[in-house]
């Protein structure tokens, strides 16, 4: 039971985590295509 919520908890901690770097990734793409554009 335990180990099932920490497993959770995890996940999700991973989750955002990956979320974060992929925004990162998305922005930095979108400012490169901008500066490319200019």
């Known amino acids: 039971m335990c180990n ?3 497993i959770l908890l995890i996940k999700q ?3 955002e985590k ?3 770097i992929l925004d ?3 922005l930095s793409c ?3 295509g ?3 554009k200019s």
């Open 4 to 6: 099932d919520s920490l």
């Open 13 to 15: 901690k991973l989750i």
């Open 18 to 20: 990956l979320n974060e």
């Open 24 to 26: 990162l990734i998305l």
């Open 30 to 32: 979108i400012i490169k």
């Open 34 to 36: 901008e500066i490319i």
